[in-house]
């Protein structure tokens, strides 16, 4: 099996984090996958906040909803990255949006998403992808820019347990040879 395919295969979304601090290295690398991430005419329209204070993770925390399964990863993982996008940029040809889904930002973030947490996957740490919270007030606490989104926040740390796969559709119920439906 390929290498990479077998990172797709077995990391894990981790919501409990053992009590161990992330090292500086391990950080530039992750940071770096973002940095070689593809993006839209190679924009690189991410920015990453990273968040190790306890107190400012605490009102971080409470963006989110009640029911968010993510509340106590913020707050238990070690450190959390808060990914942001700048506005107007990927998906823009002089300063005009150029495709049918206008700002093409939150393509390119997904990507550098994905690139971070394989990364994070292969240095034994793990991530879960939060994007269910206020995302204004999350701006306003970190003093975002109004030129620049804040999309998702990544609590990343060593891994209390990891979790058991679950079930994924067939490749035959999403794949169309040719035309849609065939």
């Known amino acids: 099996m390929s290498e990479v395919l077998n990172f797709l295969k077995t990391r894990r979304s981790i919501r ?7 090292p500086e290295e391990a ?7 973002v940095q070689w991430s593809q993006s839209w005419a ?12 306890p ?4 009102r971080l925390q409470e963006t989110l909803g009640p029911k968010n399964p993510a509340t106590k990863a913020l707050v238990a993982s070690p450190v959390l990255l ?3 996008g700048k506005k107007a940029a990927s998906g823009y ?9 206008d700002d093409w930002m939150l393509y390119d973030l997904g990507i550098a998403t994905q690139s971070l947490c394989l990364v994070a996957h292969d240095l034994g740490l793990g991530t879960v992808v939060v994007g269910l919270f206020d995302h204004q007030k999350a701006a306003e606490i970190l ?4 030129t620049v989104q804040v999309v998702s926040m990544i609590p990343l740390g060593y891994p209390e347990r990891t979790p058991k796969a679950p079930d ?10 040719e035309r849609y439906g065939q």
């Open 16 to 22: 409990k984090y053992e009590d161990r601090l992330v």
């Open 93 to 101: 040809y002089d300063g005009k949006a150029s495709t049918l889904f």
């Open 55 to 58: 107190e400012t993770r605490l």
């Open 168 to 177: 994924r559709k067939p490749v035959a119920s999403f794949c169309h040879k």
């Open 143 to 146: 003093e975002v820019p109004d």
């Open 42 to 53: 190679n924009t690189q329209c991410w920015e990453v906040i990273v968040v190790k204070d």
């Open 82 to 84: 808060v990914l942001c």
């Open 27 to 33: 950080l530039e690398k992750i940071l770096e996958a």
